[in-house]
């Protein structure tokens, strides 16, 4: 018991302490070199940043923004990921007929394909949510096809004993079945979509994260840029959190 408490007391520690030593030699590097600001600040500087950027507003406005675009993209995204992903685990005809399609459009980066659909749809929110959820849509869609194939075809078999309807099936035995596998799927859905929010901003738009760091990068703000990063890292350790958290709840009965 005994052991067990120290190695927690000690896994707890690991993360602060890492973090102060990155810090630390972050700012050992800077005194050393003797760069200037606009090249490389120091964590004193950033921070400095940030408590204006937060005073003035203007954090909280782009972080609330890319946000917006984070979940209304991944939401959009998971949700057409599950429909096609069940609907392709159900017909090996459906998978041999999209499967080459869906593999081809992952071979297309989505900073080449992001202008276009700037252009097409606008500078607005909708072509960011879009490209979140194009970004969002693969890796759910492959966990998802997975985890429905991996139920236990014994299982299968029992629920058609008990004239189980397919309503039921779907319900009782091949979402819990699918769903750690889905759940690790979204776990990397989550972070990507804070990537296709920044892309999407670096092409056009007038407002979010992606757009601050623009505007630091174009005046030489790079402490600016830097509290942007920085952002976007807590939102994508939060999400990631968040499904952890999501898992957790939903697979009590697994542990």
């Given at each position: 018991m005994?052991?067990?408490?120290?190695?927690?007391?000690?896994a707890?520690?690991?993360?602060?302490?890492?973090?102060?030593a990155?810090?630390?030699?972050?700012?050992?590097?800077?005194r050393?070199a003797?760069?200037?600001?606009?090249?490389?600040?120091?964590?004193?500087?950033?921070?400095?940043?940030?408590?204006?950027?937060?005073?003035?507003?203007?954090?909280?406005?782009?972080?609330?923004?890319?946000?917006?675009?984070?979940?209304?993209?991944?939401?959009?995204?998971?949700?057409?990921?599950m429909?096609?992903?069940?609907?392709?685990?159900?017909?090996?005809?459906?998978?041999?007929?999209?499967?080459?399609?869906?593999?081809?459009?992952?071979?297309?980066?989505?900073v080449?394909?992001?202008?276009?659909l700037?252009?097409?749809?606008?500078?607005?929110?909708?072509?960011?949510?879009?490209?979140?959820?194009?970004?969002?849509?693969?890796?759910?869609?492959?966990?998802?096809?997975?985890?429905?194939?991996?139920?236990?075809?014994?299982?299968?078999d029992?629920?058609?004993?008990?004239?189980?309807?397919?309503?039921?099936?779907?319900?009782?035995?091949?979402?819990?079945?699918?769903l750690?596998?889905?759940l690790?799927?979204?776990?990397?859905?989550?972070?990507?979509?804070?990537?296709?929010?920044?892309v999407?901003?670096?092409?056009?738009a007038?407002?979010?994260?992606?757009?601050?760091?623009?505007?630091?990068?174009?005046q030489?703000?790079?402490?600016?840029?830097?509290?942007?990063?920085?952002?976007l890292?807590?939102?994508?350790?939060s999400?990631?959190?968040?499904?952890?958290?999501?898992?957790?709840?939903?697979?009590?009965?697994?542990?």
């Amino acid at each position: 018991m005994q052991k067990s408490l120290t190695s927690s007391t000690a896994a707890f520690w690991v993360t602060p302490f890492s973090l102060l030593a990155v810090f630390a030699g972050w700012e050992v590097i800077t005194r050393l070199a003797g760069l200037p600001s606009f090249i490389l600040p120091t964590p004193a500087q950033v921070w400095e940043r940030f408590l204006r950027a937060v005073q003035d507003g203007s954090l909280a406005l782009h972080t609330g923004v890319t946000l917006q675009e984070v979940l209304l993209g991944l939401l959009a995204g998971t949700s057409i990921a599950m429909l096609i992903g069940y609907t392709i685990a159900k017909s090996r005809l459906l998978e041999q007929a999209f499967s080459p399609l869906l593999v081809a459009s992952q071979a297309v980066p989505i900073v080449a394909i992001a202008p276009l659909l700037v252009i097409w749809f606008g500078p607005g929110m909708f072509s960011k949510v879009l490209i979140c959820s194009l970004i969002v849509f693969f890796p759910v869609l492959v966990n998802t096809v997975v985890g429905l194939r991996a139920v236990p075809r014994p299982l299968g078999d029992l629920m058609k004993s008990l004239r189980a309807s397919r309503w039921q099936a779907l319900w009782h035995l091949e979402i819990p079945s699918a769903l750690p596998v889905f759940l690790g799927g979204l776990r990397v859905g989550a972070t990507l979509s804070v990537i296709g929010a920044v892309v999407g901003e670096f092409v056009g738009a007038d407002r979010g994260l992606g757009f601050l760091i623009n505007i630091g990068r174009g005046q030489y703000d790079t402490a600016l840029v830097f509290v942007a990063i920085f952002t976007l890292i807590f939102m994508a350790l939060s999400l990631y959190g968040l499904v952890i958290l999501l898992e957790r709840r939903l697979l009590w009965w697994n542990e």
